[in-house]
T-cell receptor, first 114, second 112 residues
């Protein structure tokens, strides 16, 4: 089992460019999440998908869109990147979105917006 | 979610037990205590969780006080690879969505 995988590992964008961060899990989990982590801070939830076919906003959704492509894959899109979106992005999955479910995290994508 | 308070940093000698405290004085009766850790540049990793009783798994032990207002994560024989930021989180067990609220955690440095 690869667990949660993310691509790319690192990306540099210019302001205004767009890109899509990819995430896939092979644990047959129903729920998936996107977080961002800024230097010296904890993780903040951007969007989540409680189950295939559903997505909901988290704490910091502005400037992002998501797609739950199928049960395995959950992508995060930046339509017009801004320097404030420079961060490390983590994808996670869990069996369900219920409160006690353990979340499993991917290795992260480091994004620099110039 | 109840707020948690953790020391900013701690040191531990390799091979010794690392005891990481967490205060959660406003915890509710149906809230679990979870611990995650984040090794530098990696995604957070689940360690252990508990409600009332002490818990142990292959990674660590969790000791929760009787009044549930504080807990301690114990790494019995810390290694250099245990150097990481450790997050204490409280969450309600229910069927509805609950986000993980990460604070700033405790930065544990394990030294030779």
């Amino acid at each position: 089992n690869a667990g949660v995988t993310q691509t790319p590992k690192f990306q540099v964008l210019k302001t205004g460019q767009s890109m899509t961060l990819q995430c896939a899990q092979d644990m047959n989990h129903n729920s998936m999440y996107w977080y961002r982590q800024d230097p010296g801070m904890g993780l903040r939830l951007i969007y989540y998908s409680a189950s295939e076919g559903t997505t909901d906003k988290g704490e910091v959704p502005n400037g992002y869109n998501v797609s739950r492509l199928n049960k395995r894959e959950f992508s995060l899109r930046l339509e017009s990147a801004a320097p404030s979106q420079t961060s490390v992005y983590f994808c996670a999955s869990s069996r369900s979105a219920g409160g006690a479910e353990t979340q499993y995290f991917g290795p992260g994508t480091r994004l620099l917006v110039l | 979610d109840a707020k948690t308070t953790q020391p900013t940093s701690m040191d531990c000698a390799e091979g010794r037990a690392a005891n990481l405290p967490c205060n959660h004085s406003t915890i509710s009766g149906n809230e679990y205590v979870y611990w995650y850790r984040q090794i530098h540049s990696q995604g957070p990793q689940y360690i252990i969780h508990g409600l009332k009783n002490n818990e142990t798994n292959e990674m660590a032990s969790l000791i929760i006080t009787e009044d549930r207002k504080s807990s301690t994560l114990i790494l019995p024989h810390a290694t250099l690879r245990d150097t990481a930021v450790y997050y204490c989180i409280v969450r309600v067990e229910n069927t509805g969505f609950q986000k993980l609220v990460f604070g700033t955690g405790t930065r544990l440095l394990v030294s030779p």
